[in-house]
């Protein structure tokens, strides 16, 4: 079983619509939790962090993290093409990826 | 300035060569890691410090050596290279202290043939 775990997509939303994206981990003690896009071609660039359970939000962005579940989710609202990309899950101060998800906003 | 550099951004090497893979940054962070992507596969660890004494394994490190030469440089190295490590490789850095101070390079591009 991998550290971090990703559905590898494609997620394909409409324009304006709310993509969900999900990420669960096996390590228990894992305290910190990361999001990141990277467009084809380049880096990986931070979205946003978490590291208390509930909802964190910044602007069209929303994590979600339920420690007891082990999952963490990244929520975009209003998805707009520009959000197409690959998303990227990581936890723990080692900084352990997963797979990504590709997404795919439709206009 | 770039805030992390990598050098070269593109390499193409032969089996059996070795090669040094080089990052720099600016930042003044203490944590920085080394990462390889393959299509398909993510990001993988090879190697991270925390530190420039501390230098830890990855879920990757087998063919792969590093070297923290200061706090600022973090260097890759391939022995003995294997078409099985062409790849896109990313060094990144991250504050210990500012969880949204984390940066990543622009990517080397190494192709063992």
């Known amino acids: 079983q991998k550290e971090v775990e990703q559905n590898s997509g494609p997620l394909s939303v409409p324009e304006g619509a709310i993509a969900s994206l999900n990420c669960t981990y096996s390590?228990?003690?894992?305290?910190?939790f990361f999001w990141y896009r990277q467009y084809s071609g380049k880096s990986p660039e931070l979205i946003m962090f978490?590291?208390?359970?509930g909802d964190k939000e910044d602007g069209r962005f929303t994590a979600q993290l339920n420690k007891a579940s082990q999952y963490v989710s990244l929520l975009i609202r209003d998805s707009q093409p520009s959000d197409s990309a690959t998303y990227l899950c990581?936890?723990?101060?080692?900084?352990?990826f997963g797979t990504g998800t590709l997404l795919a906003v439709q206009p | 300035d770039a805030d992390v550099t990598q050098t070269p951004r593109n390499r193409i090497t032969k089996t059996g060569k070795r090669i040094m893979l080089e990052c720099s940054q600016t930042?003044?962070?203490?944590?920085m890691y080394w990462y390889r992507q393959d299509p398909g596969l993510g990001l993988r660890l090879i190697y991270y410090?925390?530190?420039?004494?501390?230098?830890n394994k990855g879920e990757i490190s087998d063919g792969y050596s590093v070297s923290r030469q200061a706090q600022a440089k973090f260097s890759l190295s391939l022995e003995s290279a294997i078409p099985n490590q062409t790849a896109l490789y990313f060094c990144?850095?991250?504050?210990?202290?500012?969880?949204?101070?984390?940066?990543f390079g622009p990517g080397t591009r190494l192709t063992v043939l």
């Open positions: 990144a850095t991250s504050d210990l202290r500012d969880y949204n101070e984390q940066f």
């Open positions: 390590d228990r003690g894992s305290q910190s």
């Open positions: 978490i590291y208390s359970n």
């Open positions: 990581a936890v723990g101060d080692k900084l352990i």
């Open positions: 930042k003044g962070h203490d944590r």
């Open positions: 410090s925390f530190d420039v004494k501390d230098i």
